[in-house]
């Protein structure tokens, strides 16, 4: 199955049920009117809209994800790859660092990922 498409608020309102969840919708309503500046009747639509996409569960008012956030993030990055670098992930990656300088600590850590990934292959 495909990951539904989570766009931006959307996200921002499932990284608070992701921290918090299992929780009570009137729980949610309050943390989005926080967090999010969220009148109660925007936070209830979003709950409509993301259960009827299959993102989330609501079952006598507890609401929970159905879908991971590495799920989300994993098919945001499959998408943007593919939009924006016809697929490659070495153009992607090689875009990310001309614009944006790496430590040594986050050189470490992409090298050890792309030996995990020789090793698993």
């Not at 989570?6 to 921290?19: D, G, K, N």
Request: net charge neutral; proline share 3%; aromatic share 8%.
């Amino acid at each position: 199955m495909d990951t539904p498409k989570v766009f931006e608020s959307e996200y921002r309102f499932c990284l608070i049920l992701w921290e918090n969840e299992p929780i009570s919708s009137g729980e949610l309503v309050n943390l989005c009117r926080e967090k999010l500046g969220w009148k109660p009747s925007t936070t209830y639509t979003v709950i409509k809209r993301l259960s009827q996409r299959g993102i989330l569960q609501n079952e006598h008012s507890v609401v929970r994800s159905l879908v991971s956030k590495d799920a989300v993030q994993a098919a945001e990055i499959d998408e943007l790859v593919e939009k924006k670098f016809e697929g490659s992930l070495p153009a992607f990656v090689a875009a990310f660092t001309k614009h944006r300088s790496m430590t040594q600590k986050e050189i470490d850590a992409l090298q050890s990922m792309i030996d995990r990934f020789r090793k698993e292959r």
